[in-house]
């Protein structure tokens, strides 16, 4: 059974950081790709970053350039989310997602989600 479980949500002041993980057990994506998301309440689920599992380029919504960074620790089969200079509106429930079929933007090409870690950053 392939599991996604995200850990490191949490409060935090406008300005300040956190690191969201998200570790996979259950089968490997190698050949896939690692996808973050958010929904904000009464707002669709929305694409953050995404990259290859076995690296490469990554990607990043325009309104997380250069605050955001993913990565990942294949050897434990973990995904992360570096969040910097956190705004109020980065406040949602963040889901990390997997996939085999390659990379992606949309929601709909994620296979397998996690359950979801609140991030509130206060103003």
């Known amino acids: 059974q392939v599991q996604l479980v995200e850990t490191g949500g949490g409060l935090v002041r406008a300005g300040g950081s956190l690191r969201l993980s998200c570790a996979t057990s259950?089968?490997?994506?190698?050949?896939?790709?690692m996808g973050w998301f958010r929904q904000a309440p009464g707002k669709e689920r929305r694409f953050v970053a995404a990259m290859y599992w076995s690296g490469g380029s990554t990607y990043y919504a325009d309104s997380v350039k250069g605050r955001f960074t993913i990565s990942r620790d294949n050897a434990k089969n973990t995904g992360y989310l570096q969040m910097n200079r956190l705004k109020p509106e980065d406040t949602a429930v963040y889901y990390c997602?997997?996939?085999?079929?390659?990379?992606?933007?949309?929601?709909?090409?994620?296979?397998?989600w996690g359950q979801g870690t609140q991030v509130t950053v206060s103003s």
């Open positions: 997602a997997a996939t085999t079929r390659g990379l992606g933007t949309s929601r709909y090409e994620y296979d397998y």
């Open positions: 259950g089968r490997t994506f190698s050949n896939g790709a």
